[in-house]
């Protein structure tokens, strides 16, 4: 994705775009830092940042003291350090081994929790510049990790491989967002043993990391060496049972598009694929050139046990009405005072009100990181140096 800058004319921005408030992830990363102290703070940066662009957040949240950034997949770190990005990079999970090489020829750092990766990671490794890999533990989340009783005898197969060097051990955390739940607790206290068994067998290691952004948030006990922070980078809360934890935080991704068209429509008629939605009296509509392909759901204004979505135009809401299309989507804006090239606001502050991405989440029934993540890389960034915040 190219992220563009204020007064960057190459390519004219169609009539729909995301801002990318770098401020506001400098400010996020400065809070997490005093929240976590005195842990640090790795941003994680994958899937291009949660979809705001991997680059210009890594290079905000480096700027505001993180001190590492972990991804998904080997090429996000490629590609970092493609950009000249020189801090460490974790590679969150195993990745094929055929591309072992590249991720230790590009300083990016492996997670390991098999026989097999560990044995391809030393095979790449140079024997004479010992590579640091990170042994991550699975405690409840199952998903990826070493079980706790292999933690010893896959930290020693680290420790007796020629190039390879036990730098690190993690878990994560699978209802760190819930905190009236023990589950943390539960998991903290078998990663701790597993930790202590492999310590007592080869001697202290050198970083411990179990938490994520809720965890960093909700979960003293888990901040260790560093926190890996995700979400709460770009301003989304993990959860709303930390959702006051997550209030100091600011949204860095506002989603705008400009009105494409304007028209009268009767009472009685129907609008958009399917009819789903019959105006009971004479309104004007707005057309908005956004749609599905983009990242805006389908079924977001057509649920019919939940109140319709809303846009902003002018300062106040405006429903949207009927099926979202793949390139556009109609509002409701009444009696009107709506011209084509007005700006919307479909995530984001306009005046005094305010959309937030957590707001679409719970009409969808998802998660703020889903809303994020699936706004389409058609959409353009544009990064947005200062928003009048102040001093970060």
Known sequence: MRLMAPGDDAIPLRWAWAEIDVAAIVHNVEHLRRTVAPARV???????????????????????????????????????????LDAPILVLSEQPPEQVPAMLAHRLTPIVYTDAYIGACGAAADPDAPVDVHLKLDTGMQR????????????????????????GVSTHLAVADEPARTVSNEQLATFDAALAAVEAARGPVPVVHTANSAGALAWPAAR??????????????????????????RPVLTLKARVSYVKRVRAGTYVSYGWRHRFDRDTVVATVPLGYADGVPRRLGTLPDRPGADVLIGGRRCPIVGVVTMDQFVVDVGDGGVEVGDEVVLIGAQ??????????????????YEVVCGISPRVPRVAVVDRGHGST
């Open 42 to 84: 790795w941003a994680v940066v994958k899937a291009d940042g949660y979809g705001h662009g991997a680059i210009t957040v890594a290079r905000a949240a480096l700027r505001a003291g993180a001190e590492g950034l972990c991804v998904a997949l080997v090429q996000e770190g490629i590609e970092l350090r493609s950009a000249g």
């Open 144 to 167: 990826v990790g070493a079980a706790p009783d292999d933690a010893v005898r896959l930290a020693r197969s680290i420790d007796t491989a020629a190039g390879l060097r036990l730098a």
């Open 224 to 249: 260790r060496s560093f926190a890996r922070v995700g979400i709460a980078t770009y301003g989304i809360s993990p959860g709303p049972g930390v959702d006051d934890l997550a209030a100091p935080l």
């Open 351 to 368: 005046a005094a009100e305010r959309i937030r991405a957590e707001d679409w989440a719970e009409r969808l029934g998802t998660i703020g």
